[in-house]
């Protein structure tokens, strides 16, 4: 019989594994994919930020976490939060991480209201 942690982790490897979702963002020029799952480490950082009001930073940290070129590599890079939230066009990074969170597990919605 399979450890239960064995189950577990063989689920999430499953999810994280699985195919990437694509957003084309026409006012950049680009595909962004994305999956739909993150590591709890990962939602972690993200669930901090929104909770700390720190919503903004939150959006950004999410198009670095979850934004990947069509070969699965990441295509941004923790360097790149600093260009993003003073360079970018704020209304299309929202719209494009708002796409993105529609498939994802956490609601900064919620997490803001408690």
């Known amino acids: 019989m399979k450890n239960p942690i064995d189950k577990m982790t063989g689920h999430f490897r499953q999810k ?21 799952t993150n590591t709890l480490k ?45 360079e970018v066009d704020p209304a299309v990074l929202i719209r494009v991480v708002g796409e993105m969170n529609v498939d994802s597990t956490v609601d900064f919605e919620e997490v803001e209201k408690n």
């Open 42 to 86: 990962e939602e972690a950082e993200l669930v901090k930020l929104a909770q700390e009001g720190k919503t903004v930073e939150a959006l950004v940290e999410t198009l670095i976490t979850k934004a990947y070129n069509q070969d699965g590599t990441k295509m941004f890079k923790k360097v790149d939060k600093v260009t993003m939230m003073n």
């Open 16 to 36: 994280i594994a699985g195919d990437m979702r694509k957003i084309t963002v026409e006012e950049w020029d680009l595909d962004v994919y994305y999956k739909t």
